[in-house]
């Protein structure tokens, strides 16, 4: 039966790899050091992502990659054409409530890759875990990314200050939630849709 399989570890989770349409996300590795490097170090980038530095040097990237080694972290690069074009992921840090994250080189901005990658990672999280709901992110100042969850199903739920460490400050960001039963109602999303 069903109820008997366990579900994955997130170190099993770590190894699968996404397809959509258009991309292809799996785990990053140290090979892929310059590429994530050369993506990040872009101020417009870092300034909407909490966690992302700038300027974002070939030792950020080995230090983030090797973190994820270890970590409670599901990460993924996303990879058109066999080219990276960003990240993606799932922060573990409150069990309960996962968080949804991503970032997209510049020049792949306005293509809706950004929710085609981000709808895969949803997809597979709520396949693959046993979690009521997941929450994300974007800064007040970032209309794209705010987008981005919405067309995810994604619900505003507030307004919150978040330290940026690009910035060295925080600023608002708006706060939203997406729970399974929504996202259920949802699953048939045309082209994110993963491929067995």
């Not at 080995?62 to 993606?88: C, N, Q, W, Y």
């Not at 619900?155 to 708006?174: I, K, M, N, Y």
């Amino acid at each position: 039966m069903l109820q008997d399989i366990p579900p994955r570890t997130l170190r099993e989770a770590g190894r699968c790899i996404l397809e959509t349409e258009r991309l292809t996300l799996r785990k990053p590795t140290l090979a892929d050091v310059n590429a994530i490097a050369r993506l990040a170090d872009d101020r417009r980038i870092a300034e909407n992502t909490r966690r992302l530095p700038h300027p974002y040097s070939q030792g950020h990237a080995v230090e983030f990659v090797r973190g994820i080694a270890g970590s409670r972290e599901t990460a993924f690069l996303i990879e058109k054409d066999h080219t990276p074009i960003g990240m993606g992921g799932i922060d573990w840090r409150e069990p309960e409530m996962p968080e949804l994250g991503y970032w997209l080189g510049v020049e792949y901005w306005g293509q809706g890759l950004a929710t085609e990658a981000a709808r895969a990672i949803i997809d597979f999280t709520f396949e693959q875990f046993d979690v009521a709901h997941m929450r994300s992110g974007a800064r007040v100042a970032n209309p794209a990314s705010r987008n981005v969850l919405e067309k995810c199903g994604f619900q505003w739920c507030g307004v919150e200050l978040h330290r940026f460490e690009s910035l060295g400050s925080s600023t608002p960001v708006d706060c939203f939630r997406l729970t399974r039963s929504i996202w259920a109602s949802l699953k048939n999303w045309s082209n994110s849709t993963r491929r067995a």
